[in-house]
């Protein structure tokens, strides 16, 4: 089954705990995006790759990292989490570009820094 | 900067009542996607729309790109408890076909 698999669902974590929430595609799609989702602000990019090695900011890149070493994974990192990354985080992909092809969200990771 | 509207931000009807949701940009789109997110969910695409006055039809949804390519529309009709969700507009950015602007969404509630 296509799909886009995120880990973990839920996530409780302590200011200052370094922490990755992965990300897995098998579609073999070039694009992959996280966004994160607040309440009244809607979904805002973090960062995106257009393929492997190729990374690039969003809206909103503070605070984040990512990496795309192979074309199904794009881990995002949160090296020293704050409460203020306290969000529903969303990984999505696209056979080709972003704005042009439709986008296959994961499931999602509710993260809760404390 | 480039701005995406959705109105309205609530939508409450009746079970069998009919609703729209408004996409409108301040700029000219070469394309606009919809996608529906349901209460827990992750957000569905439904469809795309490319073309000028372009209307496209999924059973009981209808989608319609407006003349100038400035805004769009999501037609239900008849609602189900089904239908329950937010739905998004997604543009794409100035002419950057890597990145999309959302709309906040529409949240449609009904009562069955």
């Known amino acids: 089954e296509a799909q886009v698999t995120q880990n973990p669902r839920y996530l409780i974590t302590v200011t200052g705990k370094k922490l990755t929430v992965t990300c897995s595609q098998n579609m073999n799609h070039e694009y992959m995006s996280w966004y994160r989702q607040d309440p009244g602000l809607g979904l805002r990019q973090i960062y995106y790759?257009?393929?492997?090695?190729?990374?690039d900011k969003g809206d909103v890149p503070e605070g984040y990292k990512v990496s795309r070493k192979e074309k199904r994974n794009f881990p995002l990192i949160l090296e020293s989490p704050s409460p203020n990354q306290t969000s529903l985080y969303f990984c999505?992909?696209?056979?080709?570009?972003?704005?042009?092809?439709?986008?296959?969200f994961g499931n999602g990771t509710r993260l809760t820094v404390t | 900067g480039q701005q995406v509207m959705q109105i309205p931000q609530y939508q409450h009807v009746q079970e069998g009542e009919d609703f729209t949701t408004y996409c409108n940009s301040s700029?000219?789109?070469?394309?606009i996607q919809w996608y529906k997110q349901r209460p827990g969910g992750h957000p569905v695409f439904l469809i795309q729309l490319v073309k000028s006055g372009e209307v496209k039809k999924q059973k009981r949804l209808t989608f319609q790109f407006g003349e100038a390519k400035k805004n769009s529309s999501l037609h239900i009709t008849a609602t189900q408890t089904t239908d329950v969700g937010t739905y998004f507009c997604a543009v794409p950015r100035g002419g950057n076909n890597r990145k999309l602007i959302w709309g906040l969404g529409t949240s449609l509630a009904v009562n069955p």
């Open positions: 700029t000219t789109l070469s394309n």
């Open positions: 790759s257009m393929n492997v090695e190729v990374t």
């Open positions: 999505a992909s696209s056979f080709q570009t972003g704005a042009e092809t439709p986008l296959h």
